[in-house]
């Protein structure tokens, strides 16, 4: 049923729908409302077996995650910014260990200086940590990567993080099409754990390894992470054919002249500039690039649903023939340039590709269409720099000499 609400509630109603075993829970704005309402659920009867655990940390709350995992329950938890590198050490455990945990990541701006608004350097932070990242554009695709993050996670033994842009969707309210419980249940397979601890049969998960066997391990790993990128367009092709609408992915390929995020443009098609975002600041995008389009700029947008793992081939796929790429980013590599710029330009090696990267919105500042519509001008202008920062003040900043880093103007 199509309603009016808060994204964390979008994303509270549909993880209890997802009928977890375990809830550990820890507060950090800005993704308190999600376990808050989760909360609510377990001590109405809404949400019915299912434990949930308060605890006194972030670590905790992974850890408690691990150990229920383990146990062989479906388990959840969300946190944000420096909750998630608190937890950081049991982050890589619970990877390692082939836990399919899903949590949803609120992303926030990391300290210092202390900043409580959106960017997403905290998920960008843990991206090597073995975790599947899916990105979230808008509240419904907030609430349904759910529903495939458990089902690939589980598929894989692979722990999944939901990420949605703080406040900016988890307190913004809009029209969601909420999946009921019935049709998740005919989606979702039941848990089924492929490993668990029982004091019958005792094991260990997570033992000791030594150098005679700690890089095949990782080898391993990473075998499992290249069979995701399959999983994660299998489940959400299933999910489009079942819900009917177009969520999660490899790449999105948006149409710039309708803001239907079900309209795709086809892939490869000719265009002069292709822009490449993640999270939601591609409604941002949709919304300034649609007056260029009818002006005639040739340009379009894709979308990186999946950040882990990175979709390379399927980014080749979507680019096509276009060598001019702008990538917005919203998280700094510091001396190096913005992180999903970095990505895209593994992915693109070989290419010729053109690649400027524009961070922009760093700690919550607006990221303007008008701004976004300027960048894509002085693109096709060539007086676009390979780094630039979106509305950098450069009064009394100094700036870099050329060849090291530009700015925008």
């Not at 649609?290 to 980014?315: C, D, K, Q, W």
């Not at 450069?394 to 090291?404: C, D, K, L």
Request: aromatic letters at 6%; charged letters at 20%; a negative charge.
């Amino acid at each position: 049923m199509r309603e009016v609400l808060e994204g964390s509630q979008a994303v509270a109603r549909t993880v209890a729908r997802c009928r977890p075993g375990v809830i550990c829970a820890y507060p950090i704005s800005p993704q308190t409302h999600i376990v808050e309402a989760l909360s609510v659920m377990a001590r109405t009867g809404e949400l019915t077996d299912c434990e949930y655990v308060n605890v006194e940390s972030e670590f905790s709350a992974m850890s408690v995650s691990i150990g229920a995992s383990a146990a062989g329950s479906r388990a959840y938890t969300a946190t944000a910014s420096q909750g998630l590198l608190y937890m950081a050490e049991a982050v890589f455990n619970a990877s390692g260990m082939g836990l399919p945990i899903v949590m949803t990541v609120a992303n926030r701006a990391i300290g210092a200086p202390i900043n409580i608004w959106n960017d997403q350097s905290d998920a960008l932070a843990m991206r090597d940590a073995g975790w599947l990242q899916l990105y979230a554009a808008d509240n419904q695709e907030a609430a349904d990567l759910h529903i495939i993050a458990f089902a690939v996670a589980e598929e894989l033994g692979i722990p999944a993080m939901v990420c949605m842009d703080g406040f900016v969707l988890t307190h913004a309210s809009d029209v969601v099409d909420l999946a009921t419980a019935e049709q998740i249940d005919g989606f979702l397979p039941p848990f089924r754990a492929q490993q668990v601890l029982d004091v019958e049969n005792p094991t260990t998960i997570g033992t000791m390894a030594g150098p005679e066997s700690f890089t095949e391990t990782k080898y391993l790993q990473h075998l499992r992470f290249l069979d995701a990128a399959e999983v994660i367009d299998r489940w959400s092709t299933a999910f489009r054919e079942s819900f009917g609408r177009q969520t999660g992915g490899l790449v999105a390929r948006y149409d710039p002249d309708s803001l239907d995020r079900n309209n795709l443009a086809p892939p490869g098609d000719a265009t002069d500039v292709t822009v490449i975002a993640m999270g939601s600041v591609l409604g941002t995008l949709q919304a300034a690039l649609v007056p260029l389009r009818a002006a005639g700029v040739s340009v379009r947008l894709l979308g990186i649903s999946s950040f882990r793992p990175f979709p390379e081939l399927a980014l080749r796929e979507a680019l096509g023939e276009c060598r001019d790429v702008i990538v917005i980013d919203r998280a700094l590599e510091l001396g190096a340039g913005g992180v999903l710029t970095g990505n895209v330009g593994r992915a693109l090696a070989g290419t010729r590709s053109r690649i400027h990267s524009v961070v922009a919105g760093l700690g919550g500042r607006p990221i303007l269409e008008a701004s976004l519509r300027d960048v894509v001008a002085r693109e096709r202008a060539g007086q676009l720099g390979r780094l630039e920062f979106l509305d950098l003040k450069t009064g009394g900043v100094p700036v870099p000499p050329v060849g090291a880093t530009e700015v925008a103007r």
